[in-house]
């Protein structure tokens, strides 16, 4: 079966996001206020703090929309191999648990003790993964039905949830310093750690070992983001239908996208259900969704269609082993960091001042991760689940 190239590129230019955090391009925009250039690339480097979308916010929701792509090319390719469909789900069960300890192994990096939460990307992505792996075997109809019945799940138990008063001592809860995004009304059913996601994973992440007791994430994320974590997998797997099926998938995926981000935003203004990243509700899944989709068509149209390949090599490396450089990204950033001064010296990357250090040292690093998986693609060495 021919790889779609568009695929492998799309989830380096994720990666390469991913990575480009080590620059701390948000912090060092904070040295330039008066610059726009740097106040749109801060922007775009960090999340926004509730609601809205940055590209950075984008990151997330590009990999659980990929892995439902990809999921139907693999699938696929299983099954013309001769797998049996227990083969094929003993190996789906693997990938789910596994997704699931690595994502909870990085959020334990640098803890005394094993740092259990469910949101981390991998560990969120593990959680759908069944469901979405059994759903590859369905058509779009039903894939639409099981991803509208999430949705609205997870919408009725937030608004069914009481509005809770703002906390007596916020810092107690991890609600940032200074935080001034609370909803009033309706929406307040979406408040920062006073919600029913933040009120589940009170009783669910203190029935496991902890330091101290879990009060609510600094972020705000909670473990059922997963509901709607799903349908942007879902949304995922229709168009790795229509990529593999559809003699010219782009109509399909164009409307596909332009319907989700305007449903999105109808639920916004109209005052449904807010876009709210940190909490994955339903407007977020959709608007989200919708620019996963428009992204892929228009990479999918350079590479796949055009053929225009040879700007694409650098994140198809990355692509083709995206696994290893996201584990190696959170493992390393701090070991690489520091070996770069201590080797160096921190004179070398204050070449252009203090302010652009930071982003000097991460642009090394990065620059060392990719070196790293080009030499692994090279010897066709890559980390598969």
């Not at 990666?15 to 250039?37: I, K, T, Y």
């Not at 809860?173 to 996601?197: C, I, K, L, M, Q």
């Not at 009120?199 to 496991?208: E, G, I, P, R, S």
């Not at 070449?351 to 991460?362: E, R, S």
Request: with cysteine.
């Amino acid at each position: 079966m021919t790889r779609l190239s568009s695929l492998d590129v799309y989830r380096g230019i994720v990666m390469f996001l991913v990575g480009m955090r080590l620059m701390e391009l948000d912090e060092v925009a904070l040295n330039f206020p008066d610059s726009a250039v740097w106040q749109f690339i801060g922007f775009h480097s960090s999340h926004v703090p509730w609601v809205g979308c940055s590209l950075n916010d984008l990151i997330h929701p590009s990999f659980a929309f990929l892995t439902g792509t990809a999921l139907v090319f693999s699938v696929s390719s299983r099954v013309s191999k001769g797998q049996s469909k227990r083969s094929l789900t003993l190996h789906a069960l693997w990938r789910s648990g596994a997704l699931i300890l690595l994502g909870i192994y990085i959020r334990s990096i640098d803890r005394d003790i094993t740092n259990w939460t469910f949101d981390e990307t991998l560990t969120q992505t593990g959680l759908g993964y069944m469901l979405v792996f059994a759903l590859a075997f369905c058509g779009n109809k039903t894939r639409l039905l099981w991803c509208s019945g999430l949705l609205v799940a997870h919408w009725l138990i937030f608004a069914l949830y009481p509005i809770l008063p703002p906390h007596l001592d916020p810092t107690a809860f991890n609600v940032p310093e200074g935080w001034s995004h609370d909803f009033t009304g309706f929406f307040a059913h979406w408040n920062h750690n006073r919600n029913a996601g933040w009120a589940f994973d009170l009783w669910l992440l203190n029935t496991f070992p902890r330091l101290s007791p879990y009060v609510g994430y600094l972020g705000g994320y909670t473990t059922i983001n997963v509901l709607s974590t799903i349908p942007t997998m879902i949304l995922g797997l229709m168009a790795g239908t229509w990529l593999k099926q559809t003699a010219q998938p782009t109509k399909c995926l164009v409307i596909a996208g332009t319907s989700c981000i305007a449903i999105s935003l109808a639920m916004q203004f109209v005052g449904i259900c807010p876009i709210v990243k940190h909490l994955w509700t339903p407007s977020w899944a959709l608007f989200s969704g919708g620019c996963c989709f428009l992204i892929l068509t228009a990479i999918h149209y350079l590479v796949d269609v055009c053929q225009w390949q040879r700007w694409a090599f650098p994140f198809v490396v990355v692509g083709m082993n995206s696994l290893a450089f996201y584990l190696m990204r959170h493992a390393l950033d701090i070991p690489l960091a520091d070996s770069l001064k201590q080797h160096l010296g921190t004179h070398v990357f204050r070449i252009f001042g203090d302010a652009l250090a930071p982003a000097l040292i991460g642009a090394c690093s990065l620059l060392i991760l990719w070196l790293i998986v080009l030499w692994m693609h090279r010897r066709k060495l890559y980390l598969r689940l």
